[in-house]
């Protein structure tokens, strides 16, 4: 089975500071994905990854950044984060190439962020 | 702009009953259509997807969706829905590269 393992489950963070939120996945995927989730708002793309060193802005990346320096990881940054970042982050990875659209993605469990 | 509807916030079922959970969508071209569930305090999992071909498409626990072009719609069924069942539901459609989410449904069903 897939595993895509998000390091921090809960993170408790203050306004201004720099997070970083870490994602692994263990099946060699080409692509990786970060989503925020929000009641009612369903889940919105921040960023995504098609190869090492490669990223794409999603819907949403106004104050984030991202880092995909080896293939298995791909890290979500918050330059300075704001209270209107606390949400739930999901990491997902897909097996093919990025514009084969059928392809399934495969999500962490998600990193529960609150900033104060 | 492209957009996914899940018309419910809440579907309540009583075990044993069939369920159905909703989902619209509006976007150009022939998507790809998929649902996802998520059970508390985990990420979505997938459970089945519409490429093209028959429009009833089986998929993981029992679950089936039917895709109706006409209508824009790929609802989401189970002929007797178990408690376990309970989760919230995620609706996604890919025209093009992204992904695009519904809202989500919860799903609650009562013993």
């Known amino acids: 089975d897939v595993k895509v393992t998000q390091s921090s489950r809960y993170l408790v963070k203050r306004t201004g500071e720099k997070v970083f939120l870490e994602c692994v996945q263990d099946m060699d995927h080409e692509n990786m994905f970060w989503y925020r989730q929000d009641p009612g708002l369903g889940l919105r793309l921040i960023y995504f990854?098609?190869?090492?060193?490669?990223?794409e802005k999603g819907d949403i990346p106004e104050g984030y950044s991202v880092s995909r320096e080896k293939k298995e990881r791909f890290s979500l940054i918050l330059e300075s984060a704001s209270t209107n970042q606390t949400s739930m982050y999901l990491c997902a990875s897909s097996d093919l190439p990025a514009f084969t659209y059928n392809s399934p993605l495969h999500f962490g469990n998600g990193t529960r962020l609150t900033v104060t | 702009a492209q957009s996914v509807a899940q018309p419910e916030d809440q579907v309540n079922v009583a075990e044993g009953n069939p369920l159905t959970v909703k989902c619209t969508y509006s976007?150009?071209?022939?998507?790809?259509l998929f649902w996802y569930v998520q059970y508390p305090n985990r990420g979505l999992q997938f459970l089945l997807k519409?490429?093209?071909?028959?429009?009833l498409v089986k998929g993981s626990y029992g679950f089936e969706a039917e895709f109706n072009k006409s209508q824009t719609s790929f609802h989401l069924k189970k002929p007797s829905a178990l408690v376990s069942d309970s989760a919230l539901y995620f609706c996604?459609?890919?025209?093009?590269?992204?992904?695009?989410f519904g809202q989500g449904t919860t799903l609650q069903v009562k013993p």
């Open positions: 976007v150009s071209g022939n998507p790809y």
């Open positions: 519409y490429i093209t071909g028959d429009n």
């Open positions: 996604a459609v890919r025209p093009t590269g992204k992904l695009i």
């Open positions: 990854s098609y190869d090492v060193k490669m990223k």
